[in-house]
């Protein structure tokens, strides 16, 4: 592994540790360059996952830019981030499971919004006015009647 500080090529692993739910491992390393230390994740990819664009354009799935944008809509939220990050994972997980290798991304779109409204509903919302290209106030007081509504159910 390549220090971030000096782009020395070697480093010690000095502890291994799974995270709290288990899709991942968190190691601590020493550079034996310069002798400075950082942290490291591993997580299990089960294939090469394909994000096929409204344009058509592909891209590779970038998990980083996933829970970017779940982050963005639970700004200043009581959601913590380990739910965020436990939502990213069964989103990543439900995708490299279902056995394509392209995944169109109105897909992803439904199944962050679908994670997020049962997460929190002003995230949703957020996340929803970008998703769903709100135009005026009048779309997000539809959208939110509409979840004050469901949540009455």
Do not use: N, W
Not at 91 to 107: C, F, K, N, P
């Amino acid at each position: 592994m390549r220090c971030p500080f000096c782009a020395h090529e070697d480093s010690q692993v000095k502890d291994s540790r799974p995270s709290e739910d288990g899709t991942s491992i968190r190691r601590r390393r020493q550079c034996e360059g310069c002798g400075a230390r950082f942290t490291t994740f591993e997580r299990v990819q089960l294939r090469e996952l394909t994000v096929v664009k409204k344009d058509g354009a592909r891209e590779p799935f970038e998990r980083t830019k996933l829970e970017r944008s779940i982050a963005i809509a639970c700004r200043k939220r009581p959601v913590p981030p380990e739910r965020i990050d436990r939502l990213v994972s069964g989103i990543q997980r439900q995708l490299e499971t279902s056995g394509e290798s392209e995944v169109v991304a109105t897909r992803v779109g439904e199944m962050v919004m679908d994670g997020l409204k049962a997460l929190d509903s002003v995230a949703y919302i957020r996340f929803a006015s970008v998703y769903k290209d709100f135009r005026e106030a009048k779309d997000f007081e539809d959208f939110a009647g509409a979840v004050v509504e469901a949540g009455r159910e």
